[in-house]
């Protein structure tokens, strides 16, 4: 999947932010990539998607509206620890 909000990539820093309310507006192609065209903190009304849809600079086959289902840290477990490798056990 490529994780980019229309032209940005978006960085740890934009996690903080991402919880259970969070909506996700994916646009994915025939081939199968998928970029995430917006993002709400709130459930968005049908006209801010539709709005979204109309701006995307790419037309996609099919447009996702998601809730995270799990938020994993990159960087370790989902209880916040580092997660060891192989050579620190």
Known sequence: MNA???GRAMSSYDM???DYKTHI????????????????PHVP?????????DGARQRYTVYL???PTSIIP????ADGTRQRGPSSR
């Open 25 to 40: 507006l994916i646009g994915r192609t025939s081939a199968g990539d998928m970029t995430v065209i917006g993002e709400w």
């Open 4 to 6: 980019r909000l229309e």
């Open 65 to 67: 509206l998601c809730t």
């Open 45 to 53: 009304r049908q006209s801010e998607v539709q709005q979204r849809i």
């Open 74 to 77: 990159a960087d370790g477990n």
């Open 16 to 18: 903080r932010d991402v």
